[in-house]
Each structure stands twice: as C-alpha cells, then as structure tokens.
C-alpha cells in the first residue's frame, strides 16, 4: 500500500493532506484513481430539446429527472466525499444544453459536463495548460479551485479561492484570472478574501458577478464583490458603499435576469441592485431569520426553519405555506417545484404551488471516512439532448 505522501506527492497538492491526515491510505488512493477514470470532454455537442432537473451532491452524486421532477435516477456517483476532499459537490450550473458540476475542494477542483445528462466526462479535452493553477503541471482536468459556478450566454465562470476560471467553448479553451492582481488596489483595505461564488446577472447586462468574504482585521466589509463585462475574463474589484455600510455579511446572492439580490447574513434583509451591481437598495426587511435564499422561477425565496416568504421585487414580502421545506428550491418553466436540501437524504416536490410537497427520491448516503453534510447541495433546471448520447 503506498502511503499517503507518495499519493500526494504525485498531484503536487498540499492542501490535500488535510483532507488525507485521518483517513486510510488506500481509500485516498482510490478517491483519486476514480478521477482519473472519467473521459475527457472538450467536444461537446449540445442540442437543448428536453426539460430536466438536475441535483447534486458530494462524491458526485448526479441526479436526473426526465418527467417534471416525479421520479429520479442517480446518473453518476463518483466516491466518498466530504466538504473538503477529492469529490466535495456542491454546486451545478447551465447554460445552452450544457451542465457542468465542480467536484473537489481543499483538494484540486476538476469540472465534470454532460450534454445529454447521463454520461459526464471532464469539461477539458484536457489539451489546455493553466497557468498558476497548482496540480494542473501533473495533472490536465485540473482545474481553478472552485467553491461556485455560474452559467449564462453559453459561458461558464467558476469562482473559489484567489482564482477564476471561464470557457466560453464548453472547455476547449479555459481562461483564469487572479484576485492577487488586486493586491496594490489604492482602497484603505487588502483584500483577503475566500469561498467565491459568481452569479449570472441576465442577458440585458451579459455580467458575471462574484461575491466572497471578506477576512480582513482592518476595516471589514461585507463581503467581496467582483464584477465581468467580458464573460468572465477580466474582472474589476467593486466596492459598494452601501453594502459596506449596511449589509451584515451575506448569506446568498440571486439574479433574475433584471435584479440581483443579496441576503444578509440572516436573512433578514436582502438589498436589490438594478444595473448589475454597480448601485445597490435597501435594506429591506423580509420578515425571516436563518433562512436559505432561493430563485424560484422569477421570484425570491427565503426559506427558514421557523418560516418562510417569498417576494417578486425584493422589496414586498408575502408569507408562503406553513411546511414549506428548507433548503434551495427551484422551479420549472410549468411551475413545478422541487427542493433539496444538505441535510435531508431526500427530494421533495410539489405541483401545487407549494401547498403541499411529496416526497419522489430517496437516497442513502455514504458516510464512511467521510464527514460533512451528505444531503444534496444544489439542483438546476435545464435542457438536455433528447436522447443519450452513444
């Protein structure tokens, strides 16, 4: 059995034995192998004509709903993974027939595609050589460490530590751009930021924004935020006075196309900006506490434990249904809604609405030598090819 240096040492990431320090040698070994069994991409041919929802969650766990989210099929399963490990999933992003999940983090991040839902390969085709990304020498479907990934004009942004990557070709060719070129920015603080996360602002902008958090000990902010008028190559670091002055933290950022929202960090307020970040409103007071931040369909969801509201500007709340469950809920284009959740082993669905919710899919989690919540992380609507392809 080799020890768990020398598997390190063969992606050349330290970060890794972290993630490695407590666990067998041999289940390390085979979290890593198990990447690099998964074909290359860079060809995808996309042909957008059937509906689908589709959830993730770690070790690339991949669900696929075909029928308007009534029954499920676990289309991929990678290995064990926990928040910080070789296969920690925690996000999903579309955009034009294509979905990509990131898998890995506090371990080198890999993006895994599919265009028909069922068979995921490496975005790369595994030809593109990134500059600054560590492990990515040894390794070519390494990719930017990713903590979030938007989509939007055909477009993927990924975000995560000092780094961020796009394709606009579906992962022929793959940009990145270093939050580090900030660090001689003239504002009266350094950024020391972590856990990016962008966000598609619509069409009418065609912007990427990013929002982290802020780690600074000397006039902390909010949070981060980074704006990109050219999909996602080169960025600009904002600085919104408003936020800074009024927003305690950040627990989401939302876009519907027309207004982005943030929810502070309880979600009790949420601030709206109207020209894609550059002027921001609020705050204004959503009548919840502890609550996730959702887009269904064109409105905003906070969904908390001891309630929940919805709102279709941002700025009026109305109350939803008692039992409205937690966790991130999405929509179809014919109203259905489905919600998951990181700490239910389980996906809900109602066609009402949300009157009322039944569970269609449960799973059992694999929890040896892993940790962190095994529920599902994220879920996106879309559309696939109308049949696999073979």
Known sequence: MKCVAAILSLIHVSSLSVYAADLPAAFVEAALARRKEIPLGGDFKPDPK??????????????????????????????????HSPWATKAIAY????????????????????????????????QTKLKGVKGADSDSTVMPGTWGIAGGKGVFVSGGYMMIGAT???GKSITTFSLREFK?????RKLVTHHVGPVYC???SGRFLALGNDRSTENPAFGNLYASDNLGKTWKWLEPQLLNEKCDGYSGI???????????????NVFLSADAGDNWDGPFPTGVERATLSLVGKEYWLVGRTSARASKDGKSWRDLPKGTPTGKIVASPAGTLISIDRRRFNILRSGDGGATWNEVYVFEPKTEHVHGAQGLRDIVFGYTTEEPIK
């Open 50 to 83: 059937s509906p689908v929802f589709v959830a993730v969650g770690h070790g690339g766990r991949i669900l696929l709903s075909r029928d308007d989210g009534q029954t499920w099929k676990q289309v991929f399963w990678g290995f064990a993974g926990s928040d």
């Open 184 to 188: 001689n920015d003239p504002r009266p």
């Open 168 to 170: 606009a070709d579906f």
């Open 254 to 268: 939302v876009s519907n196309g027309e207004v982005v929202a943030i929810a502070d960090k309880m979600g009790a």
């Open 95 to 126: 955009t034009d027939g294509v979905f990509v999940v990131p898998i890995g983090w506090g371990a080198p991040s890999a993006w895994l595609a599919s265009e028909d839902g069922v068979n995921w390969r490496h975005l790369t085709n595994g």
């Open 202 to 204: 619509g069409d009418a």
